[in-house]
């Protein structure tokens, strides 16, 4: 009955079908897998939903619609199938400050603009700009995201005080609590051993669970934390006033919001595709968690994006369809509908064994042999990286990282600058090598002597590339200083872009039938004058 279901939904909504190439075939055994693959994800992000609540100080139900309604939108809609979506750290912990300051509405109408802005990246397609983050910012991120989920965990080993505060948890209680995450741990480790009918997180899972249950061992539950019972998310529109002042209030969450959860949700995506094999549709993930958060703002929702660690265990359970979302979201919604008793019944133990599996499985632990290897400055952007993610935000740790080492590969390319000199006829050929772009101009100027330099003076760009406008004012500043000391200059194998945008000076050109094809990076939309000026 689940086979034609879903190719009956499929049928109607095209954006279910994934790509070609990450089509596969639903077959009973691939259905099998994808439910039992959503039904441990489901299990997992029962308390991570309800401890980001309490980080943003929001109710617990706000996470755990939040978790449903993005998880289900982003699973039909998103650019890659098996990624899941929810509500995350990242955002909560800058959610916290608006909540404190103006309350939940407040963040509820932050979340729909959020989501209005990550749907016009979309359009844009701005999410192709991804592609310019570096590898070992990819590293550091990946560390930097470990380490923060294994640290979230420890959040786990406290309980409530009569005071209303959290006491760490010891005696035997903690003895117990490190036993069953160790039992979780040697579980998920054995199970594909022996079997893969039953994906190991989600044996683990029913194995402690079934034995504290059954023994009614004193460690802290699902319940312990919260009630996790509720209806069905209602619709609302913010209670806030619809005022320029509302604006000004919710317009930086929600461009952090945006930036934060795009970054996020497009680098777990990257992710996801080399973890599988597959490719995935950054533009079509910007929209899709676009959409999401703002239906999540409309429903009472605390909004969310990639969840790193869900998705590895998504993935590392062997979903590939987009099933395994939609069954999450589906049965996350059953449980705070109708099965919350039973849930809440589940040891936190289990769930931070597979956190910590998640962990050990994400942390790219080749980047110690890495870092030894690479020049110190992508070795520098690995370790800052990942000591951003963890001390601040992703985002944070992922622009600095783009910027560092866009600053480093400028530099390298700047000192690549040269040129070797030859006769030809009495004149003197320059033989321009490296890049000329804003980094290397000075450079190039400093490679001519305009006053000693004969009366006819080559410059040869065959080896070069002129990449932007301040090279362009660079060639025209040479020609300048030429014809200021009566020297002719001319310039070979420059592109035709280059005589375009050079045209004032074209009596200095010299045509040849190998010029460059190539276009100037940016197009300006003016025409360089002959000493620099523009009209």
């Not at 309350?103 to 109408?109: C, N, R």
């Not at 033989?431 to 772009?437: A, D, K, M, N, T």
Request: proline share 5%; aromatic share 8%.
């Amino acid at each position: 009955m689940i086979k034609p279901a879903y190719a009956a939904i499929s049928s109607v909504l095209p954006f279910t079908r994934p790509a070609a190439e990450d089509r596969i075939a639903m077959t009973s055994d691939r259905i099998r897998i994808e439910t039992l693959s959503g039904l441990t994800v489901a299990l997992a992000l029962v308390p991570e939903a309800v401890a980001f609540a309490f980080v943003a100080g929001v109710n617990p139900l706000t996470g755990l619609y939040a978790a449903f309604m993005v998880c289900l939108i982003t699973s039909l809609f998103g650019g890659r199938p098996g990624m899941i979506s929810g509500a995350t750290g990242a955002l909560a912990v800058v959610m916290v400050s608006l909540v404190a300051t103006h309350g939940v509405e407040y963040l509820f109408a932050a979340v729909i603009l959020m989501g209005a802005m990550q749907i016009t990246a979309g359009v844009f397609k701005l999410g192709r700009f991804i592609r310019l983050v570096p590898h070992p910012v990819m590293l550091g991120f990946v560390n930097g995201l470990a380490i923060v989920i294994f640290l979230a965990q420890f959040g786990q080993f406290k309980v409530n005080t009569p005071d209303g505060g959290k006491d760490w948890i010891s005696g035997l209680p903690l003895v117990y609590m490190l036993g069953l995450v160790a039992l979780t741990m040697l579980v998920i480790y054995v199970v594909p051993k022996v079997t893969r009918i039953v994906p190991a997180p989600l044996a683990a899972i029913l194995v402690v669970a079934g034995l504290v249950i059954a023994f009614d061992i004193p460690v802290p539950r699902v319940g312990d934390m919260a009630s996790i019972a509720g209806g069905l998310p209602e619709f609302a529109i913010p209670r806030v006033p619809m005022t320029l002042e509302t604006l000004e209030i919710i317009f930086p969450y929600a461009l952090i919001f945006a930036a934060i959860g795009l970054i996020e949700s497009l680098l777990t995506l990257n992710l996801v595709g080399e973890k599988t094999g597959t490719r995935g549709g950054a533009s079509q993930e910007c929209m899709a968690q676009g959409g999401a958060n703002v239906v999540t703002g409309f429903f009472g929702g605390m909004g969310g994006c990639a969840m790193i660690g869900q998705s590895m265990i998504n993935v590392e359970s062997g979903a590939r369809t987009r099933l395994s979302g939609i069954t999450a979201a589906v049965l996350l919604l059953s449980f705070i509908l109708f099965a919350s008793p039973l849930i809440e019944q589940i040891p936190l133990a289990a769930l931070i064994g597979v956190m910590f599996m998640v962990v050990i499985g994400t942390f790219a632990w080749k980047s110690f042999t890495i870092i030894a290897r690479v020049p110190r400055v992508d070795a520098a952007v690995i370790i800052l990286v990942t000591i951003i993610t963890v001390l601040t935000d992703l985002a944070i740790a992922v622009v600095a990282g783009v910027i560092i080492s866009a600053l480093a590969y400028a530099w390298s390319n700047a000192t690549r600058i040269r040129a070797t000199v030859e006769e030809e006829g009495g004149a003197k050929v320059y033989r321009i090598e490296g890049p000329l772009f804003f980094g290397s101009v000075a450079g190039f100027l400093e490679l001519f002597d305009a006053k000693a330099d004969p009366d006819v003076v080559i410059v040869d760009f065959l080896n070069s590339r002129v990449a932007d406008q301040s090279a362009l004012q660079a060639i025209e500043t040479l020609a300048a200083k030429y014809m200021a000391h009566g020297t002719r200059l001319e310039l070979r194998h420059l592109s035709r872009d280059c005589h375009t945008l050079l045209n004032r000076a074209g009596q200095l050109m010299i045509d040849s039938d190998d010029d460059p094809d190539y276009g100037i990076a940016v197009h300006y939309g003016v025409r360089i004058g002959r000493f620099g000026g523009s009209h």
